[in-house]
Every structure is written in structure tokens, then in C-alpha cells.
């Protein structure tokens, strides 16, 4: 298939009424849309990423009146976090309406919900007028898209068009939230932080998984590899010794090492290839460079890449999970 790549909202529109599957940019990442009530279309996305079947994807609507097209009940803290956080970076899981495709859940009868802030997401949204499932458009396993030609990079050739939104803004995807039980559960930390939630809804708990850190059974995403470049990648917990001792260790064994560090110390180390990722104290600098410093590890011939253990406050905590994940939860600490 030939991608047509920088198409308009229109065409990107009139496709998705056709059954086919266009990448779109949303202020977390890129995001793979097709219509959430067409079992043929969305097939199309788990084909294109060569994403397992049993991990249910996002829907995303152009405004909270519409969400009747994809929950069938809304309880009450579910409306207040509407109210407080859409357009924006949250996905609430809700009971699943019934005219949505089956498969878009991966059999479940909930469904993760949400309505994004970018304003080419949300015009694309409002012109198509029937809720969209999209997860982020990048083949499975990889990290997700924060730009175009990451997008084409990973399926160039496996979908129909790309819609250019320019960088994602917030580089890290949305917070996922169990509404339908009580106290709601965070199933993924993401860019609104869990202080934010519970300023406007009171506490919250967290999912078994992210307490343990552990695979986690019910936000089935959690139990695969992702957000992972081609060479190994190992947090390295501890001081700026520990760091260096590590890297020189493995050099001396003949490896070729990449390193992830914030700005702050990027003069404080020597490797093979250095790739910065924002500042230490501005933890929306790091979102906002995560997945591409990642992806351009991919550009070397690397066998191992070191990542800076960053803060895990506020938005610190999506980006601690995605830096566990695509490391396979490997730590070195003294
Ligand atoms: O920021 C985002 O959320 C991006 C943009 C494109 O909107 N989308 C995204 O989708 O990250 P995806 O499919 O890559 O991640 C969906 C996550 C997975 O961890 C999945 O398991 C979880 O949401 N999820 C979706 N529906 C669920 C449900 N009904 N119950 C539990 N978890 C669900
Ligand atoms: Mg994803």
C-alpha cells in the first residue's frame, strides 16, 4: 500500500469514512485512527502494528457530548474528570457501548475513552463525527511517535495517509483511568499527574502493577515489551561514580555504549554516543524528548544504551514507567 503522507483533515476525514487507517497527531503522541464501530477497520490497526489482539485500544471522541456514542454510563467521578481534564491527556475507562466494534476492546466490556487537545486531533475528530480508536502509531513495541516521520519511519507502506501536526507536545501518552470502580484505579501514569486527579476527584488507588512494578493483568498493555530501541537499555540508579564506572567497565569489555542523561550532565560523561533528554528539574523537558532520544539511539550500532534514573514526581512518574518498560525493568544500583 502507498502511504500518502502530509495529507489534510479533510482527506484524512473522508479515508477513515472509507474503513481505512490514517496516523493523526495528538498532543501526547501520534495516534493510529480508524472508525471504532467498523470491525474491517480496526482489524486494519492491529494488523498495521502487528499489535497482540488482547490489548484493547483508546477511542477518541471531538467532545464530551459525544461520549454516549462510546460508554453507555458515565458515574459521577468520571464527569467530574471530564469537566477538569478533556480536551487533554486523560482516558477514562467506562462501560463499553454497545455499537462499538468488539474488537476494539479485545473482548472487554469496558472501553478507554478520551478527547484530545491537539486542535488538528480534534477538528479530524469533529468532521469525522463517530468515535476513533487509536493507539499510538508506531509498530508494537517500539517507542510511540512524537512526530511525523517517526510515524513513517515505523509504517511507511502499511497505512493509507499521515496527517503532519508538527512535535507532539507532551511526548508521553495519556493517563489511563478506571472509573468503573471505586476508588478509581490509575492503569497508566501519564500526562496528567495522579496529584492532579486527586485534587479534583480525592484519592485514587494504583494499579497492582505499577505498585509492584511488576506485569500487570488489567490494563493488558503493561504485559508487553514497549517503548524499546534495537540495543539493550539498563537504568542506571545511583551517583554520577556509579554511572561512569559502568560505562568504562563495559567499554573495556569491548562494547560499543550509548548514554540518556538530562542536559545538566551531559558534559559529566564520556561514551560512545550521548543523546540528552531535557532538564533534571523541568521533568516536561524530559516527556517532551523521551521517545525520539530513543529512537535515535537506532541510528548507531550500540550494545547497550544507559539511561539517568530521573525524578519520579509528577509527570516523573510516566516517565519512570516508560523508562521501565522499555528497559524490561532492568536497573543497575549500588
Ligand atoms: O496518549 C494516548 O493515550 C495515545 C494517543 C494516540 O491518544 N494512545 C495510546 O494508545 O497510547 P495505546 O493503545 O498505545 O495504549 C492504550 C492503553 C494500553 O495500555 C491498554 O491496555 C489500555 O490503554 N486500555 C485501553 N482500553 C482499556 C480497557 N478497556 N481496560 C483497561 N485498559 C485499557
Ligand atoms: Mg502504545
Not at 495529507?7 to 498532543?27: G, K, M, Q, Y
Not at 509504517?155 to 472509573?179: H, Y
Not at 478509581?184 to 485514587?204: C, H, K, N, S, Y
Request: net charge negative; glycine share 8%; aromatic share 4%.
Amino acid at each position: 500500500m502507498k502511504t500518502k503522507r502530509g495529507i489534510s483533515i479533510e482527506e484524512a476525514a473522508l479515508l477513515l469514512l472509507e474503513n481505512e487507517v490514517v496516523a493523526f497527531p495528538t498532543e501526547t503522541v501520534y495516534g493510529l485512527g480508524a472508525l471504532a464501530t467498523c470491525d474491517e477497520a480496526v482489524s486494519k490497526i492491529f494488523a498495521a502494528k502487528g499489535r497482540p489482539s488482547d490489548n484493547p485500544l483508546i477511542v477518541h471522541i471531538g467532545s464530551a457530548a459525544q461520549a454516549g456514542q462510546a460508554v453507555s454510563a458515565i458515574p459521577d467521578t468520571a464527569r467530574k474528570l471530564m469537566d477538569a481534564f478533556w480536551p487533554g491527556p486523560l482516558t477514562i475507562v467506562l462501560p463499553k457501548q454497545a455499537g462499538l466494534s468488539q474488537i476494539v476492546s479485545a473482548g472487554l466490556d469496558t472501553v478507554g475513552v478520551r478527547v484530545p487537545s491537539h486542535p488538528v486531533a480534534l477538528a479530524l475528530l469533529q468532521r469525522v463525527n463517530l468515535p476513533v480508536a487509536a493507539p499510538s502509531a508506531n509498530v508494537s513495541g517500539r517507542p510511540s511517535p512524537t512526530s511525523a516521520r517517526h510515524v513513517a519511519d515505523d509504517l511507511d507502506g502499511k497505512i493509507a495517509g499521515i496527517v503532519d501536526g508538527g512535535a507532539s507536545e507532551i511526548g508521553v501518552e495519556s493517563t489511563v483511568i478506571d472509573c468503573t470502580t471505586c476508588p478509581p484505579v490509575i492503569l497508566r501514569p501519564g500526562g496528567v499527574t495522579r496529584a492532579q486527579i486527586e485534587a479534583v476527584i480525592g484519592a485514587v488507588a494504583l494499579a497492582d502493577s505499577l505498585r509492584e512494578m511488576q506485569d500487570a493483568p488489567k490494563s493488558p498493555g503493561m504485559k508487553y515489551t514497549h517503548y524499546a530501541p534495537r540495543a539493550p537499555l539498563i537504568v542506571v540508579k545511583g551517583d554520577a561514580a556509579l554511572f561512569r564506572r559502568t560505562v568504562t567497565q563495559t567499554q573495556a569489555a569491548g562494547k560499543r555504549v550509548g548514554v540518556l542523561v538530562t542536559e545538566e550532565n551531559k558534559d559529566s560523561y564520556q561514551a560512545d554516543v550521548i543523546r540528552t533528554c531535557g532538564r533534571a528539574d523541568d521533568p516536561a523537558s524530559i516527556a517532551n524528548r523521551l521517545y525520539d532520544a530513543l529512537r535515535e539511539f537506532d541510528q548507531y550500532e550500540l550494545d547497550v544504551i544507559y539511561a539517568e534514573a530521573f525524578s519520579a514526581e509528577g509527570l516523573g512518574e510516566a516517565i519512570q514507567n516508560r523508562l521501565q518498560k522499555a528497559s524490561a525493568y532492568r536497573v543497575i544500583e549500588d
